[in-house]
């Protein structure tokens, strides 16, 4: 089975060890992949359920820490709990710079906001105020 968003393809979101590193050091560069390719804020919310909801990969292994001798609990939460924060901060980054290209305008008839997507590098619109 394949994700239809890239960068978490994996066969049926299959769980990695939580003490497998190189397992979970995959599983966070196919979602840091696939956060960095969301073109606009749809696309990254779908993005978000699919590297953290609960039957991302990660979610799937952070579970199974439960599971484990208690003497492994403690190495596979240092290996899953990094790895989950990363994700996390690189979903913060990605939302804070796709915001950016939004210029909020309210509309002079009936107030409603209108937003408008800008590629626009340069803070020239942003800087506008259209109050």
């Known amino acids: 089975m394949s994700n239809s968003i890239p960068g978490t393809d994996s066969p049926d979101n299959a769980a ?3 003490l ?16 960095a390719s ?3 804020l749809d696309a990254l919310k779908d993005v978000r359920i699919a ?3 609960e039957k ?11 599971g484990l001798p208690k003497d492994q609990k403690a190495a596979a939460g240092k290996v899953v ?17 796709l915001e950016a290209d939004v210029i909020e305008i309210p509309c ?4 409603e906001v209108i937003e408008v997507e800008c590629d626009c ?3 020239v619109h942003r800087s506008l105020d259209f109050t």
């Open 38 to 40: 969301a073109a606009d």
């Open 121 to 123: 590098i340069t803070s």
């Open 51 to 53: 590297v953290t909801g």
């Open 56 to 66: 991302s990969p990660l979610s799937l292994a952070n579970r199974q820490i439960g």
């Open 20 to 35: 497998d590193e190189s397992a979970i050091a995959a599983a966070v560069d196919s979602a840091l992949a696939a956060i």
């Open 108 to 111: 002079i008839t009936c107030s």
């Open 16 to 18: 990695p060890n939580p």
């Open 81 to 97: 709990g990094p790895a989950r924060g990363r994700i996390n901060q690189a979903l913060a980054a990605r939302t804070v710079e």
